[in-house]
Each structure stands twice: as structure tokens, then as C-alpha cells.
């Protein structure tokens, strides 16, 4: 849980809420309590005003009460009037306060930051020791580009072993798979390394339409957040269609936990592997759409649980 201080550690800890360094950028930072960092929205200051409905009806979807808005502006750090009045009519129509808002020329140590609406400013420290970076090991992507090579990275030497048993492997049970699944991920979630024959288990799996189902209803369980590290873990490792299941499944999650960025450059990775691939398919479609996690989450249980039917 992060809760919001002075301006300066709000603003320097957008890096390690998004994973990367926004520029040119509008930021929401949305509250689910008193000054209770929840949902964090992000679009390109060039299409911003068209953006910010959608963006408020994600922030509301997610449960924020309030947010502060940070503009990002190192070309003409001006007033930016029609894009705050944009902003506060979308957000007031869902019934989200706006609160500060904030432009910045740069989200860098002795990057300026001022109130839009006063002549109150200040400069920032290094975003990389902010107290939420400090506090959750955060990596931060200097940029989009980097985030994305560092999402879309692969262990060569690692995925010849993993890919050699997978493929000489005989596709076990959906319960076993699962299994699998539960121990990698809490191996994961202890920061313990999970062995090649167990990574290999759960990809065999991924044969299976109705396994890979039932994948995704861990992807909706409580403990999304170990999930995820299981699924970044098996991208880096897998090739071919089974890179596309991990892939759209780690962008699921992204995507459920409210990072429209980082979903965006695995299921696009994912659909280039496999462009019929289903899941990623509705999921794109979810992020062209702007459907609200929650509706997406809402679909995803359904299917899962007609699955879990069809089987039983």
C-alpha cells in the first residue's frame, strides 16, 4: 500500500507505479481512500483529451475516489486549459474529485514541477530512490521501448532446456498442470528459482484448450500478483505457440491489474506469434474498446466457469 506525501514523492514515484518513465505524458493517479494510491491511468499528451473519458470510466471501474493529474511536458509546459477542463468534466461525470494538478517538465532527479493553478513549484529527486521504488524493488524502464525489451526478453540457454522437455514430454493431466501451477507460482512468491522440470510441466500443459481455461481462472484468483511472476517467467523461457500462451496470459493479468501499457506490448507480442490466438484476441479487443477490467474479469470467470463445467 503507498500512500501519497508531499507533491515531489508523488510525481517521482509515477515511474515505479507505471514501470517506466512517461513523457509527453498525462498521468492519473487515482485514490482508493484517503490519500491511497489505487489505479494508475497513462496516454500520450498528443491524444489526451480524447482519451480522458475513457480513462476516467477505467478509474471509476477501479474503485478511485479521487486522483491527482500529472502532465508531463518538456516541449511547451504550458497552461494546458482545454486538456484540464477536458480532464475535470470527465472525471466529475463518473464521480471522481480531481484534486491537484501537477506539470512537470521531466520525471528525472532536478525535473520541475509546479501546481497548474498557483505559482508553487519545485524541483524533484531521483525517481529510482523514491520510497514506493525503495520499498517495492520496482525496476523502472527509462521508456515504453525499454519496458518492452526488458517484457519481451528471452533466456536462450535456459528455453533450449525447458523446450527440449516440454517437447519430448507427454501432455499431463489438467489437475496436474495446475498443481504445477500452484508450486511455481508460490516458489515464485517466496523468491525461490523454480527448476526447469517444473516450468516445463506447466507449459505442457498449455496443449490443452481447456487446461489452458482453467490457466486462466488462476489468473482471476487472489493471488494474481505471484501468478503474473510465473507467467513473465515462462515468457522468457518458451518458444513458438507456447511463448503466445504465456505471453497472453501475462498480459491478461497486466491488464486486470490496471497496466494498459504494459498489457498492449505482450498481447500485441502474443498475437504476433499466434494471430488467432483467442484470449489474446479479446483481450486486444478489451484494450482497443477500453472495456473496464472489471467487465473483462466479469467474462473471463464466466468462461472459466463453463469450462470448469464442460469437464466435471
Not at 264 to 287: C, D, T
Request: proline letters at 4%; aromatic letters at 4%; zero cysteines.
Amino acid at each position: 500500500m503507498y500512500t501519497v506525501g508531499s507533491p515531489a514523492d508523488l510525481i517521482s514515484s509515477v515511474p515505479a507505479l507505471l514501470g517506466f518513465v512517461p513523457t509527453q505524458s498525462l498521468v492519473l493517479v487515482g485514490l482508493e481512500g484517503t490519500r491511497r494510491v489505487g489505479p494508475v491511468m497513462y496516454a500520450d499528451l498528443a491524444t489526451a483529451r480524447t482519451q480522458v473519458e475513457r480513462l476516467a470510466g477505467l478509474l471509476a471501474e477501479n474503485h478511485a475516489v479521487a486522483t491527482f493529474v500529472v502532465i508531463v511536458d518538456s516541449d511547451s509546459p504550458g497552461e494546458h486549459a482545454a486538456l484540464r477542463a477536458a480532464a475535470g468534466q470527465s472525471l466529475a461525470e463518473v464521480g471522481i474529485e480531481m484534486l491537484d494538478i501537477y506539470i512537470v517538465d521531466r520525471i528525472a532527479k532536478g525535473g520541475r514541477w509546479r501546481y497548474a493553478d498557483s505559482s508553487d513549484a519545485g524541483t524533484l529527486g531521483d525517481p529510482a530512490k523514491s520510497a514506493l521504488a525503495a520499498r517495492t524493488g520496482t525496476q523502472i524502464a527509462k521508456d515504453r521501448e525499454t519496458l518492452a525489451a526488458t517484457l519481451l526478453e528471452t533466456d536462450t540457454a535456459r528455453s533450449q532446456r525447458v523446450m527440449a522437455q516440454v517437447l519430448t514430454s507427454q501432455p499431463p493431466s489438467r489437475n496436474e498442470t495446475l498443481t504445477a501451477a500452484t508450486e511455481a507460482a508460490a516458489l515464485l512468491g517466496a523468491g525461490n528459482p523454480v527448476p526447469d522440470d517444473l516450468l516445463a510441466r506447466v507449459a505442457a500443459g498449455l496443449r490443452d484448450v481447456t487446461t489452458r481455461d482453467a490457466l486462466v481462472a488462476k489468473v482471476l484468483s487472489g493471488k494474481a500478483k505471484t501468478v503474473e511472476m510465473l507467467w513473465a517467467l515462462q515468457s522468457t523461457v518458451l518458444t513458438g505457440t507456447y511463448r503466445a500462451e504465456a505471453l497472453a496470459l501475462h498480459g491478461t493479468i497486466a491488464y486486470l491489474r490496471g497496466s494498459g501499457p504494459k498489457a498492449r506490448i505482450l498481447i500485441n507480442a502474443a498475437l504476433e506469434l499466434q494471430p488467432q490466438h483467442a484470449l489474446s484476441q479479446l483481450v486486444f479487443m478489451a484494450l482497443a474498446t477500453g472495456l473496464p477490467p472489471k467487465e473483462l474479469r466479469d467474462g473471463l470467470t464466466e468462461i472459466a466457469e463453463l469450462t470448469a463445467d464442460s469437464i466435471t
